[in-house]
């Protein structure tokens, strides 16, 4: 065959271009110093992960830098995500920094008379100097005041610290009577917003007392509540009835009935996979449109799932970075999570097979072993990746935005 005719050939044996087909659009670098990234590269209309490296114990993130900065979905958050528009043009690497401090405190116990018991006080307070402001953090339901002080909860309280912002916690009445009523949970009293109907309320009247009485947080500075599930909803109670300037609520809607009557400045940080509480998302955006019709400043963060990643485990569970990365292999392979490491199967279904299949996870088991607290921490970085009820510091730097807004509101 002449070289003109194979040529031709060859021709006819390509497929067909089609001349209308767009190229791919080209990908730029993606460098972020002091995080991370699920991908190193990032094209028009690609959504990628970001993180910043955070020690949940001893750092606190205060923002991002550089060109990227700008380009985030969520620049107050550590964990949060990148999407370049369709008509980026692609340059040089697209940089970001994650800015952090180190951070410590130490938690004190006060004890104080209640209307019905003697009850005790955990609180810190601001290194810097006298408190600006004051968070009362409520635990959800069937728990205890101790619950914010390892994990994401601490990292949370180490960020108002650093911010100029005390912190205290106290046992719901009914935990502490253990008396959960006909339904047996032990909950805060969210219902009642007149003082002498509410026994939480007057022990939180107590509690400000006795700080006060104690030269560790004057009686002018201004009040916070901050909680999780039924205790978000009673932080938002609870600012009613002592006109508190604001109040936080993580994965609990607050009561309609208070939000339609009482103007409560209110952050809520929700996640769309929340099953715990029925309706928890669709009630607190209903609060937030009463909120926002009487011009009440409201903000509402709705969190979504995100990858599972080894240095997470090692940032947010103090975990070896070598057996980190074999958990998450071993987790792959079993089927948990994707090549990306998105979790498959909620986070529930996860913790169940690491309890029930002790042989796989024999060095998991041996590990906690060490340190029982380690499990509610491990579970928090799963329930927060499945998107699920729970406490995190995502939104810490957010908050203290808010919180901050309504110091300076008059």
């Known amino acids: ?31 972020v110093q002091g995080g991370y990234a699920s991908a190193e590269r990032i094209a028009p209309g690609e959504l990628v992960h970001v993180w910043a490296r955070l020690r949940s114990d001893s750092e606190v993130f205060l923002g991002w ?14 964990s949060t995500r990148i999407e370049l528009p369709l008509d980026f043009r692609p340059g040089p690497p697209i940089e970001l ?3 952090t401090a180190p951070a410590s405190a130490e938690v004190l116990t006060l004890h104080f008379a209640g209307p019905a018991r003697e ?15 004051l968070v009362f953090f409520f635990h959800d339901t069937d728990s205890r005041r101790g619950f914010w002080r390892r994990g994401e909860g601490w990292s949370l309280a180490l960020t108002l ?8 916690s106290l046992t719901s009445e009914e935990t502490d009577a253990k008396d959960g009523g006909e339904d047996g949970f032990l909950r805060w009293n969210g219902r009642d917003l007149e003082l002498e109907r509410n026994l939480d309320a007057q022990n939180l009247a107590a509690a400000r ?29 609870a600012a009613a009835i002592f006109d508190w300037k604001a109040a936080a609520s993580f994965c609990g809607p607050g009561r309609r009935a208070v939000l339609a009557e009482h103007d409560v400045p209110t952050f809520w940080a929700l996640f769309n996979k929340d099953m ?10 209903e609060g937030k449109a009463l909120l926002d019709q009487r011009g009440v400043p409201a903000e509402l963060r ?45 986070a529930a279904g996860i913790l169940a097979r690491m309890e029930a299949e002790k042989r796989n996870f024999e060095d998991l088991h041996l590990w906690i072993g060490e340190d029982p607290t380690r499990y509610p921490v491990l579970s928090a970085q799963l329930k927060s990746c499945w998107s699920d009820h729970l406490l995190v510091a995502d939104d810490a730097l957010s908050l203290v935005r808010f919180f901050e807004a309504r110091l300076a509101a008059k």
């Not at 830098?65 to 550590?78: D, K, Q, T």
């Not at 610290?161 to 205290?168: D, E, I, N, P, Q």
């Not at 509480?277 to 955006?285: C, Y």
């Open 1 to 31: 065959m002449h070289a003109a005719s194979l040529l031709l050939a060859l021709a006819a044996a390509r497929p067909a271009q089609d001349p209308a087909a767009p190229a791919a659009p080209a990908a730029s670098e993606l460098r």
């Open 65 to 78: 830098e550089g060109e990227g900065a700008r380009l985030l979905e969520e620049p107050l958050s550590w």
């Open 97 to 99: 920094r994650a800015r």
């Open 119 to 133: 009850k005790e006080l955990d609180y810190a307070l601001p290194a810097q100097g006298p408190a600006r402001g």
């Open 161 to 168: 610290l650093h911010h100029g912002f005390a912190v205290a």
């Open 209 to 237: 007392r006795a700080l006060a009485e104690a030269g560790a947080v004057a009686a002018e500075v201004p009040g916070f509540g901050l909680g999780v599930g039924n205790g978000g909803t009673f932080a938002i109670t």
């Open 276 to 285: 715990i509480i029925k309706g928890v998302n669709e009630d607190a955006q």
């Open 302 to 346: 709705m969190r979504r799932a995100s990858p599972l990643r080894a240095e997470r485990l090692v940032d947010r569970c103090n975990m070896d970075e070598r057996f980190a990365g074999e958990l998450i292999a071993l987790m792959q392979r079993l089927g948990m999570l994707d090549e990306a490491g998105n979790l498959r199967i909620p």
